[in-house]
T-cell receptor, first 111, second 113 residues
Framework: GDSVTQMEGPVTLSEEAFLTINCTYTATGYPSLFWYVQYPGEGLQLLLKATKADDKGSNKGFEATYRKETTSFHLEKGSVQVSDSAVYFCALSTGFQKLVFGTGTRLLVSP | NAGVTQTPKFRVLKTGQSMTLLCAQDMNHEYMYWYRQDPGMGLRLIHYSVGEGTTAKGEVPDGYNVSRLKKQNFLLGLESAAPSQTSVYFC????????????FGQGTRLTVV
């Protein structure tokens, strides 16, 4: 079945460091891919998405490119801030927009 | 605009008790979902609905029932709670369009003792 694998955390960085969180997927067909973010005590909210191969999703300085050849959707940011500390989930959508999530990666950014 | 609202936010149950979690959305979305979030496992789909009066099983449906009597509401029931159902439960809704965003509620933290 469809699945998403993302790097284990926590990822600990200093402010202004470069961030990469790896995400790979297994799916039949061509799913849409998402990154959701969960701040402490809150629900998930969409960070960015890509709906077809080679699309780049971007938002708030974060970027991810849909790579069909490597079945990947890695999340990157050039300079993280303390306010980016959160849990990041990679996900793909299947029929009826059901989401299949990775296990989540906690990001901790220190001043 | 409230989006997706879940009640209650916290609950402690004894083993064998029953309860219902309520999810309400005000975005006129066709699709609604219940997920559970457990440490190290991400979110997993329990049940979902593609319209008023319809429900379907997700990845982990055992021990849960759902109902969607009104388009804006999606109820999740636990008939006889077990400690394995201790989790954080999230409701979500979306439009039926491919690649569309899902909107999540703030979650219900349930502990079964």
């Amino acid at each position: 079945g469809d699945s998403v694998t993302q790097m284990e955390g926590p990822v600990t960085l200093s402010e202004e460091a470069f961030l990469t969180i790896n995400c790979t997927y297994t799916a039949t067909g061509y799913p849409s891919l998402f990154w959701y973010v969960q701040y402490p005590g809150e629900g998930l909210q969409l960070l960015l998405k890509a709906t077809k191969a080679d699309d780049k999703g971007s938002n708030k300085g974060f970027e991810a490119t849909y790579r069909k050849e490597t079945t990947s959707f890695h999340l990157e940011k050039g300079s993280v801030q303390v306010s980016d500390s959160a849990v990041y989930f990679c996900a793909l959508s299947t029929g009826f927009q059901k989401l299949v999530f990775g296990t989540g990666t906690r990001l901790l950014v220190s001043p | 605009n409230a989006g997706v609202t879940q009640t209650p936010k916290f609950r402690v149950l004894k083993t064998g008790q029953s309860m219902t979690l309520l999810c309400a959305q005000d975005m006129n979305h066709e699709y609604m979902y219940w997920y559970r979030q457990d440490p190290g496992m991400g979110l997993r789909l329990i049940h979902y609905s593609v319209g008023e009066g319809t429900t379907a099983k997700g990845e982990v449906p055992d021990g849960y029932n759902v109902s969607r009597l009104k388009k804006q509401n999606f109820l999740l029931g636990l008939e006889s709670a077990a400690p394995s159902q201790t989790s954080v439960y999230f409701c979500a809704s979306s439009l039926p369009n491919g690649g569309t965003e899902a909107f999540f509620g703030q979650g219900t933290r349930l502990t079964v003792v």
